[in-house]
């Protein structure tokens, strides 16, 4: 099984600044990987596929990049409604393996 | 527009059996594979099952294998996921979810709750 590791757990930031989100896969995943947002009480909503393209919707504020095993998800400046926690899965092996979150919280 | 509405969630005995449904509509259903996931309360996402756009191939998480079973009704726009001697750790929101056919999740329902407790 692929294990997913994402850090930091939490991150805080200020409204405005640069959040920068880490996701580690315990092998190589190529690119087949996907990065979900979650507020409290509802149900994921995908951001980003195959390493870097924006889901449908997506705003320009969110990008991804990586291959391999080491991949970055940047929200290059903090919405409020960006405060949720941050989810990748690997879609490369079986079974589908998601990292443990990083919330992203308001400093 | 796209909706996944699930249903079937409760309370339930360890041991019993649980049948959770996905009502789809706003696409073409039978074109997709689908998914659940879950989300133990207070925790990480969980893959728990695909099945294939034509219902032919299936395939579980090592945690419910020979337990859940998947399948789907495309003449109803139905997903289902049969659970059966269930346990404590199977409790958690259980969501359906579409594939956009690099089993990655593209379209989430809301989920329903499954708590399995005495």
């Known amino acids: 099984e692929v294990v997913m590791t994402q850090s930091p757990a939490t991150l805080s930031v200020s409204p405005g600044e640069r959040a920068s989100l880490s996701c580690r896969a315990s092998?190589?995943?190529?690119?087949?990987l996907a990065w979900y947002q979650q507020k409290p009480g509802q149900a994921p909503r995908l951001l980003i596929h195959?390493?870097?393209t924006r889901a449908t919707g997506i705003p320009a504020r969110f990008s991804g990049s990586g291959s391999g095993t080491e991949f970055t998800l940047t929200i290059s400046s903090l919405q409020s409604e960006d405060f949720a926690i941050y989810y990748c899965?690997?879609?490369?092996?079986?079974?589908?393996?998601f990292g443990g979150g990083t919330k992203v919280e308001i400093k | 527009q796209v909706q996944l509405v699930e249903s079937g969630g409760g309370v339930v005995q360890p041991g019993r059996s649980l049948r959770l449904s996905c009502a789809v509509s706003g696409f073409t259903f039978s074109n997709n594979a689908m998914h659940w996931v879950r989300q133990a309360p207070g925790k990480g996402l969980e893959w728990v099952a695909i099945i294939s756009y034509d219902g032919d191939t299936d395939h579980y998480a090592e945690s419910v294998k020979g337990r859940f079973t998947i399948s789907r009704d495309n003449s109803k726009n139905t997903l289902s996921l049969q659970m059966s001697s269930l346990r404590a750790e199977d409790t958690a929101v259980y969501y359906c979810a579409r594939d956009n056919s690099q089993n990655v999740f593209d379209m989430w329902g809301q989920g329903t709750m499954v708590t399995v407790s005495s």
């Open positions: 195959g390493a870097s």
């Open positions: 092998q190589s995943v190529r690119s087949n």
């Open positions: 899965q690997q879609n490369s092996n079986w079974p589908l393996t």
